[in-house]
């Protein structure tokens, strides 16, 4: 393929991104910056292995990727919590239900990354827990025989946000449908959720025993996910609250 032609094609598909962002109110400058700013945080992240003290600040448990990474899933919980409860005033039982399995898997996550409270509070694990847990904490994500699991769920996140996404808004017709709008989420979102799908991927079929730098990197990761759900229930409540709800309800 020419390199003209090439152009042409991405050109097109980032106008249909952009078409699908304005159907929620989200600008050109807005949807180009969620799709270059994590590509370019991913390199600044990966970066700062050349530097081991700033890569383990970043990156160590309780440290500043890790909470925030828990403060937008909380956010994100209470999002999805309040665009499910609009729907449902709204008549629109299935989806708000849906997005409060949404909220509840947003809580999940959160609590497995501060391991519920456990280093907060100085609680010991079970004993139990803590002979098949190897970090030694109240997380079912750290047991052994469970984490290729998590790492799926992971995989099959990011590709509902990149692959599933692609499939029914990249056509304006399906786009519109309220359905696709409602449990979705947009396309400006994508490269978030590539960076999720690519690095769960590798670690579930290549690094099973990984090493030190590839599981902490792990955090940036989570980072992405949590901003994307953050954002996919920040911009849906936006437009139901702004009552441009003509193609939902």
């Known amino acids: 393929m020419s390199t003209t032609a090439q152009e042409h094609r991405g050109a097109a598909l980032l106008k249909a991104v952009e078409d699908d962002a304005a159907l929620l109110g989200v600008p050109p400058r807005t949807v180009r910056r969620f799709l270059l700013w994590p590509w370019i945080a991913a390199v600044v992240a990966a970066a700062t292995a050349l530097h081991r003290p700033v890569f383990r600040f970043l990156m160590r448990e309780d440290s500043v990727l890790e909470w925030v990474q828990v403060l937008l899933m909380v956010a994100a919980m209470v999002l999805a919590a309040r665009v499910a409860l609009h729907l449902y005033r709204a008549g629109l039982v299935l989806p708000a239900a849906l997005w409060l399995v949404f909220a509840a898997g947003c809580l999940i996550i959160a609590g497995e990354e501060i391991a519920w409270g456990q280093r907060l509070l100085d609680l010991d694990a079970p004993e139990a827990l803590d002979r098949v847990n190897h970090q030694k904490e109240l997380t079912a994500h750290n047991i052994r025989g469970v984490q290729d699991t998590v790492n799926l769920i992971f995989v099959c996140a990011g590709l509902y946000g990149t692959a599933v996404a692609a499939y029914f808004r990249l056509r304006p017709e399906r786009r519109r449908s309220p359905m696709v709008q409602l449990l979705t989420p947009p396309l400006f979102l994508g490269s978030l959720f590539l960076i999720v799908a690519g690095y769960k991927s590798a670690r579930f079929l290549f690094f099973h025993e990984a090493r030190y730098l590839v599981v902490k ?23 139901l609250r702004e009552g441009r709800t003509e193609a939902l309800v």
């Open 217 to 239: 990197y792990g955090e940036f990761v989570e980072l992405c996910l949590a901003v994307a759900f953050f954002a996919f229930g920040w911009y849906t409540l936006r437009r």
